[in-house]
Nanobody, 126 residues
């Protein structure tokens, strides 16, 4: 059973940066596509970014492109989300997820993901 643990969240001022990490155990990361989702307070969980197994093909939700960057290190079994120029509207619980089938990765559907982390809080103050 694959388990995911997020780290690197916290409180940051607007304009600041954070890097989230997701460590996978119980399975080889290079057999999965990876994604990040977030749930703002009082709202549904939304897609943020995803990366295919090859680490090259990446997808971002509009509004984060240019500010956020997803990457992966298959040797370390880790996925990262570098977040720059953070805004108060980026405040959310962020979730890491893995998908065995990456054919529909660009649609950003959480139903396409097989494993999820427990989530980590990111709070951006104005």
């Amino acid at each position: 059973q694959v388990q995911l643990v997020e780290s690197g969240g916290g409180l940051v001022q607007a304009g600041g940066s954070l890097t989230l990490s997701c460590t996978a155990s119980g399975g080889a990361l290079d057999t999965f596509a990876a994604g990040w989702f977030r749930r703002p307070p009082g709202r549904e969980r939304d897609f943020v970014a995803a990366v295919k197994r090859n680490g090259v093909n990446k997808y971002y939700v509009y509004g984060t492109r240019g500010r956020f960057s997803i990457s992966r290190d298959n040797a370390k079994n880790e996925v990262y989300l570098q977040m720059n120029n953070l805004k108060p509207e980026d405040t959310a619980t962020y979730y890491c997820a893995l998908a065995a089938d990456e054919s529909k990765l660009g649609f950003g559907l959480d139903s396409d993901y097989d494993y999820w982390g427990q989530g980590i809080q990111v709070t951006v103050s104005s």
